[in-house]
């Protein structure tokens, strides 16, 4: 399999100057299983550019959400095969509160918060609700997980003859140092929240993420072959990410630790 990231800014879309090495879309990360088949993980600004990538290419796909917070969504209405009226969209998440999955998503997809009302969607939609799930997409194991964030959050872990990749998104494993590694321990690629400097994190406990020493902590607890940092926070420009990445490398000790950018391709043995 193969992974390659549209987008890995966390929170806000961050366009300009000051982010064109690392990007400024919202997160969404694609991934080709090795029979071909499309999996697409959150739907941020990044899946705009994938799915004029994907259009007219695929027939079928599964879109993995780990969450509805809008960093995570508001690619979707541009999501070019969700206007293709040949095209099948499975869309997983979790169970929001408060209503279904399909419902939550539908209302974003409406006036007034969208243009076009939801019924005129012409792709197959069907929504599946996980929680601590394990299921199977075309040879993919895919596995679920609730991990500490606001409001119920997933995670998720892929695997193909033997090989792991396990994303991460969002996570604040400083109020729960556990969160999520049923997923992310010992994956070949472990794509993670590293959103703020450990000054930041201090008026920012319980939004969700992690600080730089609960990301290096966290790498040594899942001791993941390869790491990503992901999720990267609006105010940071690409000279104060590779500050946070040199910081991340010498605090953790990984080998193969680095920053996610828009367009990396990820090939996984
Ligand atoms: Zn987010
Ligand atoms: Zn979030």
């Not at 290419?57 to 999501?79: A, K, M, P, Q, R």
Request: aromatic fraction near 8%; include cysteine.
């Amino acid at each position: 399999m193969e992974a390659r990231i549209w987008g890995c800014r966390g929170s806000l879309a961050t366009p300009g100057p000051r982010t064109v090495r690392y990007g400024g879309n919202t997160t969404c990360v694609e991934l080709r299983t090795a029979t071909g088949a499309v999996v697409v993980l959150d739907a941020g600004t990044g899946i705009r550019d994938l799915g004029r990538a994907l259009v007219g290419s695929v027939t079928e796909l599964d879109l993995l959400l780990t969450h509805l917070h809008l960093d995570h969504i508001e690619g979707l209405g541009f999501f070019a095969p969700l206007f293709d009226p040949g095209c099948t969209v499975r869309v997983h998440g979790p169970r929001p509160d408060g209503g279904s999955l399909a419902e939550m998503v539908a209302t974003y997809l409406s006036p007034p918060y969208f243009p076009v009302p939801f019924e005129r969607i012409d792709a197959d939609l069907t929504f599946v609700e996980l929680e601590r799930d394990t299921f199977e997409l075309d040879g993919l194991r895919v596995t679920s997980a609730p991990v500490k964030h606001p409001g119920p959050t997933l995670a998720y872990r892929l695997s193909e003859n033997g090989t792991s990749f396990a994303f991460v998104p969002d996570n604040e494993p400083g109020l729960e140092r556990e969160s999520g590694l049923e997923v992310a321990a010992g994956a070949d690629l472990l794509l993670h929240d590293a959103q703020y400097t450990d000054d930041e994190y201090t008026t920012r406990v319980g939004w969700g993420h992690c600080s730089l020493s609960h990301f290096t902590a966290y790498l040594r607890d899942a001791a993941p072959a390869r790491a990503v940092m992901v999720h990267h926070d609006p105010t940071h420009d690409d000279a104060e990410l590779e500050r946070m990445l040199d910081e991340a490398r010498s605090a953790s000790g990984h080998e193969r630790l680095e920053l996610g950018h828009e367009g990396l391709a990820l090939q996984l043995p």
